[in-house]
């Protein structure tokens, strides 16, 4: 059974979680949708977000996709519960890393560098009251830093000032472990380690989707046999912007479709 898997995001961040799915499911036909005509999700009411996951999730599935990944953590705090309300098959969602940075943190201090539309969501606070309760958690919304990806930038002057005024805070507080809570951060971390003090550990929940998936797609029959899975990409926004970055951030170059949505 070979039945694609639908992937999106806001924009290409997304493509951080499509590589370890690729590199977990070889076989599986991917189907990615960045939403890059209305990045960033972070600054925007839930409802607006609500409302573009639907219209892109019944894409997906139009396309034959038999199972959604929300590769978005700000589009999972609003739109999961309603996805999940709505379809009737797999999907998963993503969350900042909080339990896993708790057990990994030596200190007791945790940073969190996400949108401002996820660290002021419900499911946030049920997060942070569910895991973090035994350490201390300072929370940093980072404007701008989206943008920077979308656009293939990931170590000019831009994205180092932005980086450095919101480390900052995190840094003074003495955090030793920072969670990277949107998926388009994973893409900074090169410059995040030339910036940060070598023994700051980074956590981010990419490849624990890509396994979540995995066992649910075991446990529906569906996990993919043989064959090189094929991966097809839609933008919203300026395909050709989005075939530009694609080589830097997903390793290779693809076609990009326009999203009808
Ligand atoms: N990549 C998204 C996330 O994981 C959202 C970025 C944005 O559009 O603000 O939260």
Redesign the pocket.
Known sequence: MNAPIGVF???V??LSVLREIRQLLPHANLLYVA?SGH??????PPEVIRERSLRIAEFLIGQGARALVL???????AAVNELRGTFDMPIVG?EPAVKPAAAATRNGKVGVL??T??LQSAKFAALLDRFARDVEVLTQPCPGL?ECVEQGDLQGPQVRVLLQRYLQPLLQAECDTLIL?????PFLKPVLRELLPADIQLVDTGEAVARQLQARLGENAQLPLGGNGVVRFWSSGDTQQMARVLPVLWGSEGEVESLPV
């Open positions: 995001d806001s924009g961040g997304g939403d990045v960033p999700y972070g600054e925007k590769a978005c953590n700000t589009a999972t705090a993503m996400a949108t539309g996820t989206v809570g949107c998926t388009h951060y």
